[in-house]
């Protein structure tokens, strides 16, 4: 499975309106890392978006945090955990993550070779 060490993340996040929301709120910085920390554990994971209730506590996460989260919309519910709001819109599939790797690997090995040229043993 091709993951990625990265995720998009709005440039403008500061001032959306559901971080806005979540700042007016007790716990509510706490739960915005909770977020951010999401979105390393959807990309690192290949997950697309899906947290399972067993692993929020992997990234620091609480169960009011999750509450918070879906309540100013950053997350949904679904069966067996939540899902990051909106995921596969803005960030690539899994499944693209895939074909991507498979195709750089594809024109590295035929630019470089096999990689049994001497001195690369």
């Not at 997350?75 to 074909?99: F, I, K, R, S």
């Amino acid at each position: 499975m091709a993951v990625l060490n990265w995720s998009r993340l709005d440039a403008n996040i500061s001032t959306n309106h559901k971080t806005l929301a979540l700042l007016g709120i007790k716990g509510g910085e706490h739960a915005l890392l909770v977020y951010l920390f999401s979105h390393g554990y959807c990309t690192g994971h290949g997950t697309d978006g899906f947290i399972p209730k067993a692993a929020i506590g992997t990234f620091h996460g609480t169960a009011k945090d999750a509450a918070l989260l879906v309540d100013v919309g950053f997350w949904d519910l679904a069966d067996g955990g939540w899902e990051v709001h909106d995921w596969t819109d803005y960030q690539p599939t899994t499944a693209e993550n895939q074909v991507r790797s498979d195709r750089a690997r594809k024109a590295a090995a035929k630019r470089w070779g096999t990689g049994n040229a001497p001195g690369n043993a």
